[in-house]
């Protein structure tokens, strides 16, 4: 599963499932029995994923007030898709393979809900929504899938976006880590462009 998600993150959902046998130092039969085709490999991380969310909801369930569930959130999530690039390819195959299928749909009342009840609490400001938050949450994990370089920055990034959700008047707490300086970022930026170089037009490898 670790093998697969991490060529997943790198080449989407449709990556070589010989390499990620040869990844798991396991035979590329042996991978066949488990996951008959390449869409059952797909569930059964889909399966493993909403185990994990899960866990998150139980944690938001007991925080103290709705924000603070908000709060947690968008920390498990954002550091979720920051650990496990693979997830936006994983959730659009699954759409594909079985659109009828929505265990997540649960959730998403769940945490409208919790917004709902945050904006009442006066701790939300009240021209937001939940799927205004789930962008946000998608956009700040995404550093993930750009480089270390960019995913080390997750936490400040989440903060300032957690700020620009409190209503007016709301103190804003320093924010948490330290910004790239302008030669980190260009180091940053740069190494990205020398690797899609690299990586030639496909994506797989210099052009022959």
């Known amino acids: ?51 994990e969310l899960a866990s998150v909801r139980g944690e938001m369930e007991s925080a103290p007030t709705a924000w603070d569930g908000v709060v947690i959130y968008t920390e498990r999530v954002a550091e979720w898709l920051v650990a496990d ?18 265990p997540a749909a649960q959730f998403d009342t769940f945490i409208a809900t ?21 962008i946000l949450v998608t956009v700040v994990g995404s550093l993930g899938s750009l480089g270390e370089g960019y995913a080390g920055q997750w936490r400040r990034q989440l903060s300032i976006v957690l700020d620009g959700l409190r209503p007016a008047g709301y103190t804003r707490p320093k924010l948490a880590g330290r910004p790239l300086n302008a030669k980190e970022f260009r180091a940053t930026l740069h190494g990205l462009t020398r690797r899609a170089k690299r990586a030639g037009p496909s994506g797989h490898g210099p052009a022959a």
């Open 114 to 134: 919790l917004v709902a009840q945050a904006k009442k609490d006066g701790d939300l400001r009240p021209d937001v929504d939940a799927v205004d938050i789930a």
């Open 1 to 51: 599963m670790t093998e697969a998600r991490a060529l997943f993150a790198t080449d989407g959902v449709d990556a070589s499932l010989e390499e990620i046998a040869r990844r798991a130092d396991v035979g590329v039969a042996t991978l066949y029995r488990n996951f008959p085709t390449r869409d059952d490999l797909v569930r059964a991380l889909y399966d493993l994923a909403l185990a």
């Open 85 to 102: 690039p693979s997830l936006p390819s994983i959730l659009k195959r699954m759409a594909q393979i079985d659109p009828a299928n929505r």
